[in-house]
């Protein structure tokens, strides 16, 4: 069975200071790991995912993320957060034929 | 290219009706699934489809159906509403639906059902 866990249903920064959203998965095979955004109002959008490439992911709108597989973790980071990152973000996890497993998300707020 | 569309985008219904709500996925894209989305339950997985066939379904009651056409485009159907249904239908595409594929999944702005 596969499932994901973030770490903070709710993170604020202040404009311009690092983002991190933590997410931790469990899969029993090598996962394919994504990042969603959801706006309000509005479906989810990929950020960026993991396909056993490269373990450093970079995304769009200046997001990246680390699978570290010692740790069972992908988080996002974003060097310095901006007004319009203010969303909801959520970890998604797909390994072993199943279908997507999402995280309960996390809300980012960003403050001027 | 056009993206995932869904219809409607809001809906209101009344406790024990029935409801259809549309999805059509990205032009070439034969992989469709559906997610419900609540406050309490965050996004879980309905069912997917590809190739009009229903290839996994996750864990909901029955009265949660859905289909798919030749052309791709996907319904799914609650009977016999309940106020819990209330929630943000989302429905998502993708290329291959292989299910060990990297294919994104993406998509559509949701529908909005209200149960009153």
């Known amino acids: 069975a596969q499932s994901v866990t973030q770490l903070g249903s709710h993170v604020s920064v202040s404009e311009g200071a690092l983002v991190l959203l933590r997410c931790n998965y469990s899969?029993?095979?090598?996962?394919?790991l994504f990042w969603y955004v959801q706006y309000p109002n509005q479906g989810l959008q990929l950020l960026l995912k993991y396909t056993s490439a490269a373990t450093l992911v970079k995304g769009i709108n200046g997001f990246e993320a680390e699978f570290k597989k010692s740790e069972t973790s992908f988080h996002l980071t974003k060097p310095s957060a901006h007004m319009s990152d203010a969303a909801e973000y959520f970890c998604?996890?797909?390994?072993?034929?199943?279908?997507?497993?999402f995280g309960p998300g996390t809300r980012l707020s960003v403050l001027p | 290219k056009a993206g995932v569309t869904q219809t409607p985008r809001y809906l209101i219904k009344t406790r024990g009706q029935q409801v259809t709500l549309s999805c059509s996925p990205i032009s070439g894209h034969r992989s469709v699934s559906w997610y419900q989305q609540t406050p309490g339950q965050g996004l879980q997985f309905l069912f997917e489809?590809?190739?009009?066939?229903?290839?996994n379904k996750g864990n909901f009651p029955g009265r949660f159906s859905g289909r798919q056409f030749s052309n791709s485009r996907s319904e799914m159907n609650v009977s016999t509403l309940e106020l819990g249904d209330s929630a943000l239908y989302l429905c998502?595409?993708?290329?291959?639906?292989?299910?060990?594929?990297?294919?994104?999944?993406?998509f559509g702005p949701g529908t909005r059902l209200t149960v009153l």
């Open positions: 489809y590809f190739s009009e066939t229903q290839r």
């Open positions: 998502a595409s993708s290329f291959s639906g292989n299910s060990d594929s990297t294919d994104t999944q993406y």
């Open positions: 998604a996890v797909r390994s072993g034929g199943q279908n997507f497993v």
């Open positions: 899969s029993s095979v090598p996962p394919y």
